[in-house]
């Protein structure tokens, strides 16, 4: 007979946050991005996915390093661009990298209000990304991660779809089955 035992490896809970504007403006002397509100509902340390900037360079995840009112200032390298273009701030939460080398898969499961994309990442050292798979989630529609184990470490990066999320609950287990 088949024993299937769950372990807990981690929960989210962290309420995703989005920023668009079309007055965004995009500061290489100090690593900048500037527009009315834009530091609402953020902090430093977190992540977010620019899109839509005409300098492609910009178009990447970028980590908080200030916020006020109307600026953030990030610790990666921005590129000058002026306002224009509707600019898409979306965050992104990663996990901690787990061993699940005594498991078979990662399962557990995601609700939020609004849409977001989960990857589940996989690595031989814990720290390149050797593998991964991408589950799409609908606002208000719990979705099942069961993902096999290919290599030693896994986690979860969580990218959210332009909302502000209102509920957020997110759980990783390791399924050993015997």
């Known amino acids: 007979m088949e024993t299937k035992n769950l372990f807990f490896l981690e929960e989210f809970k962290e309420l995703l946050q989005y920023f668009t504007g079309t007055d965004v ?5 100090d ?27 910009n178009n990447v995840e970028h980590t908080i390093a200030t916020v006020a009112d109307n600026k953030i200032t990030t610790t990666s390298a921005i590129t000058a661009d002026d306002a224009g273009e509707t600019i ?7 996990g901690s990298w787990h061993d699940v080398s005594c498991f078979s898969k990662v399962c557990g499961s995601i609700t939020s209000s609004g849409n977001c994309t989960v990857v589940v990442q996989q690595s031989h050292n814990g720290v390149d ?28 990066k ?11 609950r997110g759980y990783m ?6």
């Open 173 to 178: 287990y390791g399924k050993a089955i015997s």
């Open 25 to 29: 403006t995009f500061a290489e002397a």
């Open 88 to 94: 898409k701030l979306n965050q992104v939460v990663y």
């Open 129 to 156: 990304i050797d593998h991964s798979t991408s589950i799409s989630v609908t606002g208000g529609t719990a979705k099942e991660i069961d993902q096999a184990i290919y290599l030693k470490y896994a986690r979860i």
């Open 158 to 168: 969580i990218t959210n779809a332009d909302a502000d999320q209102t509920t957020f």
């Open 31 to 57: 690593n900048s991005l500037a527009a009315s509100g834009i530091g609402t509902g953020w902090s430093e340390g977190d992540i977010f996915l620019c899109a839509a900037s005409s300098e492609a360079a």
